[in-house]
């Protein structure tokens, strides 16, 4: 989702054609909206429209608990688009201020909008030194880096060149090249780094980082965030449809622990199994269950997955929904059960 250069509503008009064809459902929208507000903050404006827009062609109620991201949050609130509490912090901050994402005259101002001038007078201000922890576990230099503010960072870096790696892995979100090369003057890159790539959406540098380094990231990492040209890519390296990565999870797993349909539905027509399990035993319509996906526990039903299969506490699908009080899917699977067991009885 390139939002920074996106037409608003020809992005939301694709959105809505996609969640018609059933590529993905309004909630994996929604989660793609929330990790693209917290990786792209200076965009919040843009994103923000879009959701608005979104939101009022669908006619959707939302409650508490649909964003994560505090800021979308917020503007939700104040335009009465959500039903939650305004973060304390925003209670005093018009629409526009918002939209600028911190106030004025504070370190994360200075950094997001790369103004080195608000950040000499900040860190003079408050006594502050690059590498001065924030209350977010963030140094400043971290967080120049993870917001790509390439001229804040080199400031800092002049003061100090205290790069750790945590700035290192913070610089594959911000993805600015002049502060990546100054850190990997410093680190080698781990997994952390392509991971928070990946999760950014930054996929020429993921590119980079398998070719020159031999890194390699899960499936959660693309999946969750729904940065699909990377599940793609891996997919299409892999010698066994059911490979697992070092989260013990392969591609139809994570693709049910996200409810991503169209990743589930591709992986199934490559003939991944269907009843593979994840290091606590559970298969994809155990995960399907669980999240109350009913679309997704359709699909496999009808790929053959096994009904009666049990986790580690041997429990099966339709017990886990019970548990979770996702009665719908419940009803469904205890029919399939039923009929299962039906045509096992007449066979015999």
Not at 14 to 38: E, G, Q
Not at 258 to 269: D, G, P, Q, R, T
């Amino acid at each position: 989702m390139n939002i920074g250069n996106a037409d608003i509503n020809s992005l939301v008009n694709s959105t809505i054609d996609a969640v018609n064809s059933k590529i993905f459902s309004i909630n994996n929208i929604f989660s793609l909206i929330d990790s693209v507000a917290t990786y792209r903050p200076r965009h919040i404006k843009k994103i923000y429209m879009f959701c608005k827009q979104l939101i009022s062609a669908n006619h959707i109620s939302l409650n508490k608990g649909a964003f994560q991201n505090e800021l979308l949050c917020a503007l939700l609130v104040k335009d009465q688009l959500l039903n939650s509490f305004m973060p304390f912090k925003f209670r005093k901050m018009t629409t526009e201020q918002l939209y600028r994402s911190y106030e004025e005259k504070t370190i994360e101002y200075a950094l997001l909008w790369d103004d080195k001038d608000i950040l000499e007078y900040v860190m003079e201000e408050q006594q502050l030194s690059p590498d001065s922890n924030l209350n977010n576990d963030f140094t400043v230099i971290d967080l120049a880096a993870n917001f790509g503010a390439q001229d804040c960072f080199t400031y800092l870096y002049s003061i100090s060149p205290c790069v750790t790696m945590n700035t290192l892995r913070k610089s594959f979100i911000g993805n600015d090249n002049k502060i990546i090369q100054t850190c990997l003057k410093h680190h080698k890159p781990d997994t952390l780094c392509i991971e928070n790539a990946v999760m950014a959406h930054h996929n020429s540098t993921v590119a980079k980082l398998i070719k020159e380094y031999k890194l390699n990231f899960s499936w959660s990492s693309c999946l969750q965030y729904f940065n699909m040209q990377c599940f793609f890519m891996k997919v299409s390296v892999c010698k066994n449809v059911n490979m697992k990565d070092f989260e013990k999870n392969n591609a139809l797993i994570a693709s049910s622990l996200y409810s991503n349909f169209i990743a589930a539905e591709f992986m199934i027509k490559l003939n991944a199994d269907v009843n593979e399990t994840d290091a606590m035993e559970n298969s994809p319509l155990i995960i399907s269950s669980i999240n109350n996906s009913k679309e997704m526990v359709e699909l496999l039903v009808r790929n053959h997955a096994n009904i009666f299969q049990t986790d580690a506490y041997g429990r099966t699908a339709s017990e886990n929904a019970e548990l979770k009080d996702n009665q719908k899917i419940g009803r469904y699977l205890h029919k399939i059960e039923q009929q299962t067991i039906g045509n096992m009885v007449s066979c015999s």
